[in-house]
C-alpha cells in the first residue's frame, strides 16, 4: 500500500488506473479508523479494481468553537488498519497541500444544510461539500462510499452529485454498530466510562421511537419528548436536536402519514462530545375496522 501526500502525485496516480481500464473506489475518511470504516471498504471492494482511501481532517467543515484541534490524527495505526482490508492507497495531504493558497471557492449545495446538523454547525456541510468535490476531482473515483450514520451528509452529497453532473457513483452503508447498539464512531474514544454506558441510549431511544410509531402513535410531539425523556432521564446528557424529518427533503414532518417513511435523526452531547444517529421508519399502514 502506498501513501499519496500531493495533489500532482494523486493526480498521474489516477491518470494510470484509468488508462489501463480499471475501476477506482473511493473511500473518504478523517482517519481515526474504527471496523465501520474498515466495513466501506468491504463493500466497495466488490464493485471497483483499486481502493484509495482518503484520510484529511477537514478544516472548512469545523465550526470556530468545535474539535478540528482535538479531533484524533492517528496515521499510522489507520495505515495499518486500512493495509489489513486491501486498501491499495491511502491519500493523506496536509492542509496546506489541500487549501494551498487564499482558497476562496465553496460547493454549497442549497436547502437540505438548513435542517438538523446544519442548524446546529452552520457552515459544517459547505465544508463538507467543498471537499469531497475536490477529493472527487483530484481522485476521479468511478464509485465513492458514505455511511449512513451521517444521513443528512450522505443526502446532501448524493444531491451536490446529481446537480453537478459529476461522474461518480455514490453508495451508501447502513450504520456500523457496537454490540450494545451504538454507532461506531470516531468521537466514541472521547467518552468517559460513564458517558459510554449512557450513549448507547441513543439507538435505544431511536428504537423506542420506532416502537411508538408501529404501535399506533402518531403525535410528533409526544414521539419527541418520549425520545427526550428516555435519553436524558439520569444522566447530563444534553439534547442538541431530536427532528422527523422528510427521507428527501430534510424538513421537519407536520404529520406522520400511514405508509410513508420517516428520518429520526438526532444528535446529543455528552460533555464536550456531540453524537448523532438516526433510523428511518416505515410507517405502518393500519386497517381502520368499521
Ligand atoms: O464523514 C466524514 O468522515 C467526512 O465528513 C468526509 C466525508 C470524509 C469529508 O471530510
Do not use: W
Not at 410509531?213 to 419528548?225: A, H, K, N, P, Y
Amino acid at each position: 500500500m502506498e501513501l499519496i501526500r500531493t495533489i500532482a502525485e494523486a493526480h498521474d496516480l489516477v491518470e494510470k488506473i484509468r488508462l489501463s481500464g480499471r475501476l477506482i473506489g473511493l473511500v473518504p475518511t478523517m482517519g481515526a479508523l474504527h471496523r465501520g470504516h474498515l466495513l466501506l471498504v468491504d463493500e466497495i471492494r466488490d464493485h471497483v479494481d483499486v481502493i484509495i482511501m482518503s484520510i484529511f481532517v477537514n478544516p472548512l467543515q469545523f465550526g470556530p468553537n468545535e474539535d478540528f484541534d482535538r479531533y484524533p490524527r492517528t496515521l499510522d495505526s489507520d495505515v495499518e488498519l486500512a493495509e489489513t482490508v486491501g486498501v491499495d492507497y491511502i491519500f493523506c495531504p496536509d492542509v496546506s497541500e489541500m487549501y494551498a493558497g487564499n482558497v476562496k471557492t465553496r460547493v454549497v449545495v442549497a436547502d437540505l444544510p438548513n435542517h438538523l446538523c446544519g442548524l446546529s454547525r452552520p457552515g459544517h456541510f459547505d465544508g463538507v461539500t467543498t471537499v469531497v468535490t475536490k477529493l472527487i476531482n483530484i481522485l476521479k473515483p468511478h464509485i465513492a462510499i458514505f455511511g449512513q450514520k451521517d444521513m443528512q451528509q450522505a443526502i446532501i452529497i448524493q444531491k451536490m452529485v446529481k446537480d453537478l453532473s459529476l461522474d461518480v457513483k455514490i453508495m451508501t452503508l447502513p450504520t456500523v454498530r457496537e454490540v450494545d447498539g451504538l454507532a461506531m464512531s470516531s468521537r466514541n474514544n472521547f467518552l468517559s466510562e460513564a458517558d459510554r454506558h449512557e450513549a448507547v441510549k441513543l439507538f435505544q431511544s431511536l428504537n423506542f421511537a420506532k416502537q411508538m410509531i408501529v404501535t399506533g402513535e402518531r403525535d410528533l410531539f409526544l414521539i419527541v419528548e418520549g425520545i427526550k425523556n428516555f435519553i436524558t432521564t439520569g444522566n447530563s446528557a444534553e439534547i442538541d436536536y431530536i427532528g422527523l424529518v422528510d427521507t428527501e427533503t430534510l424538513e421537519d414532518l407536520t404529520e406522520l402519514k400511514d405508509g410513508s417513511s420517516v428520518l429520526i435523526a438526532l444528535a446529543v452531547k455528552f460533555g464536550k462530545t456531540r453524537l448523532i444517529d438516526n433510523l428511518t421508519i416505515k410507517i405502518p399502514v393500519f386497517e381502520h375496522v368499521v
